[in-house]
């Protein structure tokens, strides 16, 4: 080996020892989380907490499945993410195709009034919000949980329309003048060249809708619409003391949809990181 080369391996298994402490460091708590999730409740107080599972037990997960309900949160929580993630990519794209490229008084305005909007913190709006949904009569209702943000929120309409920005005119100025109109410039090219970007929104929302709880916890009271935060909350507090498998279980059953997602649509979040970088 070259002297000059030695440097360079040196650099390259220090960032490669620094990614993989932080990965490890990142990752560590699920996989905790999934480890003691399968110990028995014997176990799970008496050895290290990095300890494997041994003899590993299924039993944790068909108690919390069974008898508290699990089953019935994860199907209302999978409800609400699906419709939420759904309606956010739809509007999202209307909204931002529509401050990207359509040309009326105030546009810009509009754009930046709505984004400054994120700074205000949620705990500000909770109180108006939940006033507004009594009002309305969905108080612990699907509505109720869904409204607030199914018609997009601005950050997934800064997103979708800073790519929507990056997308030559050209492509729509030849497409009017074969007579498509400006519905089927969007649904038949801009929408299918921001695959990468929608599905990052997509991403994004499905879990950050999963992992609400403060708006679940106040809009909902009864177990007909309880999500999964909700009631992994609940067993924390009836169970975290004489049932932590329990808690740990359903800490792991909310967990894995959430990696299926990732992996589901991790291909199309590096792309859209790696075409933004390009830009």
Aim: aromatic share 10%; proline share 6%.
């Amino acid at each position: 080996m070259h002297s000059s080369s030695i440097p360079t391996v040196v650099r390259r298994t220090t960032l490669y020892g620094i990614l993989l402490a932080g990965a490890l460091l990142s990752v560590g708590p699920y996989l905790l989380t999934l480890n003691a999730a399968f110990k028995r409740p014997s176990d799970l107080l008496s050895t290290d907490a990095w300890a494997p599972a041994h003899p590993a037990t299924f039993a944790n997960f068909a108690d919390v499945w069974n008898q508290y309900g699990m089953s019935s949160f994860l199907l209302h929580t999978l409800l609400v993410a699906v419709v939420v993630t759904a309606g956010q990519v739809v509007f999202s794209a209307m909204a931002a195709y529509a401050l990207a490229r359509l040309e009326f008084p105030g546009r810009d305005w509009l754009f930046w009034a709505y984004l400054a909007t994120m700074m205000v913190p949620q705990m500000i709006t909770l109180v108006p919000l939940f006033l507004m949904m009594r009002d309305l009569g969905m108080v612990d209702t699907y509505a109720g949980l869904i409204l607030p943000t199914v018609l997009g929120t601005p950050y997934g309409v800064f997103l979708v329309r800073q790519h929507f920005m990056t997308i030559p005119k050209d492509l729509e100025a030849a497409a009017r003048i074969d007579g498509a109109t400006t519905w089927g410039i969007l649904v038949r090219i801009m929408l299918p060249l921001s695959r990468p970007i929608l599905a990052t929104l997509a991403t994004i929302t499905f879990i950050n809708t999963w992992n609400n709880l403060i708006w679940p916890l106040i809009i909902t009271n009864s177990d007909r619409t309880r999500v999964i935060t909700v009631g992994i909350a609940a067993l924390q507090g009836e169970h975290a003391s004489d049932l932590p498998h329990i808690v740990l279980a359903g800490a792991a059953i909310a967990l894995i949809p959430l990696i299926v997602v990732f992996l589901v649509f991790q291909k199309h979040i590096v792309r859209s990181i790696a075409l933004t970088g390009l830009k």
